[in-house]
């Protein structure tokens, strides 16, 4: 038996035993479909509520806005609201992330064609189906989960400039990210470590950086973002202070030959500018290797004042962060 739903249409239930909504708006028939009526009565709130907001903000206003493809509003959204607020490694993995892989199966939908089972699709799509899955077009669960996030902030600025009701990404669930075993160095370990990067120090200064990564637990970007002017040296009381983070990224936009450049920028979150004292230990190798690059810097005939980056090469450019190895 048919049930009215205070003059916004009725709810009934089919001889196969689904449940249908039905109302008229406008002049125009709506249906709708779902397996129990508490479904359908979502769907129909749901259906109604966006009606109002088309309503509100003007029928065709909002048509034309929502038939811009998605590829489209994509790109826009990345070089209006993006690029000018992120850092330059952010802006190069969503670039990576629209040109690789969504643009090419999402880019032609238009912005009123997107549905959360769409979305849902093009995740499963995207998804490893293990470790050793290598098929192209599959990403690990991390970048999914990125990928995800990103999407989700576009799509939120398109619900606020009017080319789509809701936030479609609320709906879609990605697999739970394994956490992975992390095993620390022992003390034999460290010590050995230890032992070998002040003997590789002799010929190749850089690998006090590997010492300055145990004693501090700095990230890698951090370290090669490292200058001097961010070390207190005051023997009573020296400290290091992190501000920066160098990245190597996606080269978008940048007049050079190279695929990939590096950039100086903010650390990885706010929270990750601190101040580390030195301990007395780390302040031996710290003034050791100091001095080491008095010296080189003599003998290229530079100046002998440090105040660049604490590790570069040939005194040019920071340190790759590629070479950061050492054998023990």
């Not at 196969?16 to 709130?45: M, P």
């Not at 826009?76 to 607020?85: D, H, Q, T």
């Not at 050995?192 to 990564?213: C, D, G, V, Y």
Request: hydrophobic content about 35%; some cysteine.
């Amino acid at each position: 038996m048919a049930r009215r739903l205070n003059g916004e249409g009725t709810i009934t239930q089919r001889t196969n035993g689904c449940w249908c909504a039905r109302f008229t708006s406008d002049g125009k028939r709506y249906a709708i479909y779902g397996k129990t009526q508490k479904e359908v009565k979502e769907k129909l709130k749901q259906k109604l509520k966006e009606i109002e907001q088309i309503a509100n903000m003007g029928y065709s206003g909002y048509m034309e806005k929502s038939k811009i493809p998605f590829g489209v509003w994509l790109d826009i959204w990345l070089e209006e609201y993006i690029k000018p607020s992120v850092r330059p490694s952010t802006y190069a993995g969503y670039e990576v992330f629209i040109r690789i892989h969504i643009k090419p199966i999402l880019g032609n939908c238009k912005m009123c064609e997107l549905t959360t089972d769409i979305l849902q699709n093009f995740f499963k799509s995207k998804v490893r189906k293990s470790k050793d899955d290598k098929t192209e077009g599959r990403v690990s669960e991390k970048t999914l989960y990125n990928m995800r996030n990103m999407m989700h902030y576009a799509l939120e600025s398109a619900k606020l400039n009017g080319m789509i009701l809701s936030d479609l990404m609320d709906g879609v669930k990605l697999p739970t990210v394994p956490i992975p075993d992390v095993r620390a160095l022992s003390m034999d370990e460290q010590n050995r470590l230890i032992k070998a990067a002040r003997e590789a120090q002799k010929e190749w200064p850089a690998a006090f950086s590997i010492i300055l990564t145990l004693f501090t637990g700095m990230r890698k970007g951090e370290v090669l973002g490292l200058k001097w002017e961010d070390i207190d040296l005051n023997p009573k009381n020296p400290v290091i202070h992190v501000r920066h983070s160098l990245t190597r990224h996606k080269n978008v936009g940048e007049a050079s030959e190279n695929s990939t450049v590096l950039s100086l920028g903010e650390t990885k979150t706010a929270g990750s500018k601190r101040s580390i004292p030195i301990i007395a230990t780390l302040y031996n190798d710290l003034m050791t290797y100091r001095n080491q690059q008095v010296v080189l810097k003599t003998e290229h005939g530079l100046s002998h004042t440090l105040n660049d980056f604490v590790f570069k090469v040939l005194y040019l450019k920071p340190m790759n962060r590629g070479g950061f190895t050492i054998n023990i």
